[in-house]
């Protein structure tokens, strides 16, 4: 028995209990899901004591259920390593990772294991040799203030992009560009490593699948 999963699941717990409670899809999002007219299964790959997963997977449950079309599927990592395996990041198994599927099995789009911006933040801290814990503090400090904002623009984003939707002619004509707030971030109230601003940039492949570039 390891008391430190159970507390990581009891803080988990709260946090998505809070999450589900306070996220409300944006009218654009509503819109965006309503054309959805066909079967999609979405499986996401987690584990109840990731605090990712705690902090993303509740949105992304209250994303499928703008649209009856979309079925949601959870996958957890350790026991299913195989399949875990087959949608790596950057060689790692980093959850939460949503894979969504049409009616054929074919794989349209892939999203994790954080937003981008919590990643550049994760990234930053981590490169400025801040002890894991303190990263921790800071990454959730940072989903708190963004209340599942962020899931929610890029799988938005990432939906228009794909092919298959009634709106990708027009998308596939241009690409997006979001930009990422600059982070400053302090320890003990000294300055510890400053970024510069950075831009997100959804580039349309030819598939029509999108793949993040960050450019500095």
Not at 42 to 65: F, H, M, R, Y
Not at 119 to 133: H, R, Y
Not at 145 to 171: H, L, Q
């Amino acid at each position: 028995y390891d008391k430190s999963f159970y507390d990581y699941r009891k803080l988990n717990y709260q946090r998505s209990t809070r999450l589900e409670k306070t996220f409300i899809p944006t009218d654009e999002t509503k819109q965006i899901f309503s054309k959805i007219n066909q079967p999609l299964k979405w499986i996401v790959i987690t584990e109840t004591w990731c605090g990712d997963s705690a902090q993303n997977l509740p949105v992304i449950a209250k994303l499928v259920q703008l649209n009856d079309n979309i079925d949601l599927k959870i996958v957890l990592r350790d026991s299913n390593l195989e399949f875990m395996d087959l949608h790596l990041t950057n060689g790692s198994r980093a959850i939460p990772k949503l894979i969504v599927y049409d009616e054929n099995d074919n794989e349209l789009f892939q999203w994790g294991p954080r937003p981008v911006e919590a990643q550049n933040l994760f990234s930053l801290l981590k490169n400025a040799g801040m002890p894991k814990s303190d990263i921790n503090k800071d990454l959730h400090l940072w989903y708190g203030r963004n209340r599942g904002k962020e899931v929610e623009k890029e799988i938005d984003y990432i939906r228009k992009s794909n092919k298959t939707f009634e709106e990708s002619d027009e998308i596939l004509d241009r690409n997006f560009v979001i930009d990422a707030e600059v982070i400053l971030a302090e320890k003990n109230g000294e300055k510890i490593a400053e970024s510069k601003p950075e831009k997100m940039q959804i580039d349309l492949t030819a598939d029509g699948l999108a793949k993040e570039i960050i450019e500095n």
